[in-house]
């Protein structure tokens, strides 16, 4: 089996950073996606981590630790649109590399 | 605007009853996925296809859905007959290859009465 755990809210202020992380465990891993989602709107791609590390993409960044199973979405400068879900998703690699997506993270950027 | 083409966008239809929905992936992409969406929850596979060949249906509940993909580029999800259950967002999603980001589409709203 496998288990993806995400926080399902957080709130922050607009132009402050922010941190949503991202457990698993899985077998076959083959990779972690962030996608962003806007109520009622598609599931958009954001950054692909295979390797242990940070991949830093402008205001998002997204970590990588294989060993301990984990992961994070950074987000600097918050904007009001920046107000979405944001979905973990683990490739398995010994599963046709299916994606299993956690329950997501509603994140809410006050002003 | 996403690039995977699904429609309806929305559905309302009484349990018992058939529904279908279609999606076109970005053209040249192999791998074409359908997902079920709860609210709140993240997306659930439902069905992958490479091609035209279904790679993973293990998750599809097979006495009542049903995915094709006949000529390896469009699909069409079909469940008869639906139940109050089925109430969720179904979302269409495409790749290049299966180890490629997915690309989704805006999904179909489905409303079970």
């Known amino acids: 089996g496998q288990n993806i755990d995400q926080p399902t809210e957080m709130t922050a202020t607009e132009g402050a950073i922010v941190q949503i992380n991202c457990t698993y465990q899985t077998s076959g891993f083959n990779g972690l996606f962030w996608y962003q989602q806007h109520a009622g709107e598609a599931p958009t791609f954001l950054s692909y981590n295979v390797l242990d590390g940070l991949e830093e993409k402008g205001r998002f960044s997204s970590f990588l630790s294989r060993s301990k199973g984990y992961s994070y979405l950074l987000l600097k400068e918050l904007q009001m649109k920046d107000s979405a879900s944001y979905l973990c998703a683990v490739k398995r690699g010994n599963a046709g590399n299916m994606l299993t997506f956690g329950g997501g993270t509603r994140l809410m950027v006050k002003p | 605007e996403a690039e995977v083409a699904q429609s309806p966008r929305y559905k309302i239809t009484e349990k018992s009853q058939a529904v279908a929905f279609w999606c076109d992936p970005i053209?040249?992409?192999?791998?074409l996925y359908w997902y079920r969406q709860i609210l709140g929850q993240g997306p659930e596979l439902l069905v992958q296809f490479q091609d035209e060949s279904v790679v993973d249906d293990s998750q599809l509940p097979k006495d009542r859905f049903s995915a094709e993909r006949l000529k390896g580029v469009d699909s069409t999800l079909k469940i008869q007959p639906a139940e109050l259950g089925d109430s969720a967002m179904y979302l269409c999603a495409s790749s290049v290859r299966d180890n490629q980001p997915q690309h989704f589409g805006d999904g179909t709203r489905l409303s079970i009465l």
């Open positions: 053209s040249g992409h192999a791998t």
